[in-house]
């Protein structure tokens, strides 16, 4: 287990030395980066704790890759496939554990640790012989393979907004959709292979075009049921479940440019970096959107023109 670890180290120096700069000035960078957003996003909203807490979760989740964790299966015992689980979902939710334990927010530190706990024990075995229906056609191909992977969440999130309703916790609901929108954004961490983009045949800006409107219709779709609840029982809250929906969907429009600027490889370090931050820092999405779409239509031309 500990070569494993150092393993996932050596990894991520690699990939900090792909970005262009040593580890131990990557690794300071972050904390830098990390500290002052966190600092930022407490400064303005009270709720940050919560936002927290989805984020923590968001990184966690892909770390419940339906392969990765098979190929740790056929490698460790059980006890020792739980425990690494456990370790690796601590580890990486640690840094806001402890800018929650900082703040003062011990409830939303202890939904984090549960939550962390509970992505590493259960596991759904992915070799099925029964195929899970899903509510999409054959053409988004992420949201169809993505919802037979964690279409366990979404009950998840509509029984978070039952809560919220029976409890008048409004807030409670928007985190809700905020959830959807993140396990909806995870769909789109893997790249195709370029043969599905170039079967396409559409120009570059037409492709970006027909994804970001593929995304947005299925994410309406599942957050449907949360958006019609809240505005029932919330009606004076209407408009900001309108703007929280809005926000949800540059955040995918934006995800789904970030995974074609680096096609046909993986979104790396400077996307997720850039990513993050745009999360406690909206205003740097006016950058950050052109900056991955123009990129986008670069790397799309080799293969679509």
Not at 225 to 237: D, E, R, T, V
């Amino acid at each position: 287990m500990t070569e494993y670890f150092k393993l996932q180290f050596k990894m991520l120096n690699r990939r900090i030395l792909d970005f262009g700069m040593p580890p131990l000035i990557g690794y300071l960078v972050v904390l830098l980066v990390f500290g002052a957003t966190t600092g930022y996003l407490f400064s303005i909203t009270e709720y940050a704790g919560y936002l927290c807490v989805l984020v923590a979760l968001g990184f966690t989740s892909r770390l419940s890759e339906p392969k990765r964790n098979d190929f740790l299966k056929s490698i460790f015992n059980q006890r020792r496939y739980l425990t690494l689980r456990l370790l690796e979902n601590l580890l990486c939710s640690l840094p806001f554990l402890i800018v929650l334990l900082y703040h003062g927010f011990l409830t939303e530190a202890l939904l984090l640790i549960l939550g962390v706990i509970l992505g590493g024990l259960f596991h759904f075995n992915t070799n099925l012989n029964t195929t899970i229906p899903t509510p999409f056609g054959r053409k988004p191909f992420e949201y169809v393979i993505g919802f037979r992977t964690t279409f366990f969440i979404f009950p998840f999130a509509y029984l978070i907004t039952a809560i919220a309703i029976s409890t008048g916790n409004f807030n409670l609901g928007i985190a809700s959709m905020a959830l959807i929108a993140l396990v909806c954004m995870s769909y789109y961490s893997k790249p195709e292979n370029e043969y599905f983009v170039w079967n396409f045949a559409l120009s570059p800006k037409r492709f970006l075009l027909v994804k970001i409107k593929s995304c947005l219709l299925n994410f309406t779709l599942l957050s449907i049921p949360n958006m019609l609840a809240l505005s029932f029982f919330f009606p004076s809250n209407s408009p900001i479940v309108a703007l929280s929906f809005l926000v949800c969907c540059i955040y995918l429009a934006t995800i789904v440019l970030a995974k074609y600027s680096v096609f046909p490889n993986e979104p790396g370090l400077a996307q997720e970096i850039l990513v993050g931050i745009s999360f406690v820092m909206p205003l740097i999405l006016v950058a950050t959107i052109p900056l991955f779409y123009s990129q986008s239509v670069t790397k799309l031309k080799a293969i679509l023109e």
